[in-house]
């Protein structure tokens, strides 16, 4: 019937196990066919000894890959470029890509109450979850600028916030959708929310008429970041106090004492439907 069959070779393996005189060896591949394996040998095999090799392999993977692929002098490349005062879509092509999203992900607290900040190694575990090596880990937050045509799923014991696609020179921008996605994702323990892209009125408004009204709206409480933060929060998470309360690790008495400050700098009623809308339109700007 003139159809031809093709034998496709079976794929490498990258593991590989065995037993000599009572020692139990194993091996682990590092890196895409580099040349580079992790060797394991103990007098007997415990649970979960397979499942810390096999994390030791992919953190391993990152150090040998960096060091025998030019990827890593690409990024070394972009940052001093950066650093000499080269603009962001100047240096983008060297990552690799055009579009980018940001994430911004910490430890999942809901599952693990006692979870301790995150150190450089699950910082880059994560990074490596997500495709990407360009991981920036700052106290309890990984920050990772992932490729946008990438897939970003939810992260087992992380909750992340992942902004709209951006191009290099709207990436700050990018970083602000991600940081508002994860309180969002925080306060309705939700393992991942994504930034919602869309056209709005706000459109509408010249963008420097929207920075003067905001300006001189939010004037009596500009000086005080916790009070903008906090408003900010409560207005979008329409009201809630302990969704709020959640979104910014504090109590929810603290919300309340913040809110009704605001209330009074601010000289209006934040119960007024109108007055939250014009609130929220002038805190987006």
Known sequence: DGTVARHAPAPAPSSATDTIAGTHLAAYALGAGQGFVLGVAVPRRDTGDHTIASVAAVLLSLITGEHHSGAGAARSSALVRLLLGAAPEAVAPLLGAERWVVVHASPDAHVSPDAHAPDAMAAAALGTALGSPLVDLDHDLVRVLVPAGREVPPQPGWTCGVSAPVG???????????????????????????????????????????????????????????????????????GSWDRTAVALSVHRNTVRQRVARCAKLLGTDLDDPDVRMELWFALRH
């Open 168 to 238: 290099p020179h709207e990436w700050p921008l990018a970083d602000t959708q991600a940081a508002r996605a994860l309180a969002r994702a925080r306060a309705t323990r939700t393992p991942l929310v994504h930034h919602a892209a869309r056209s709005a009125l706000a459109d509408l408004v010249p963008a420097e008429d929207a920075a003067s009204h905001a300006r001189a709206l939010l004037a009596p409480v500009a000086g005080t970041p916790a009070l903008t933060e906090t408003l900010r929060t409560w207005l979008s998470l329409h």
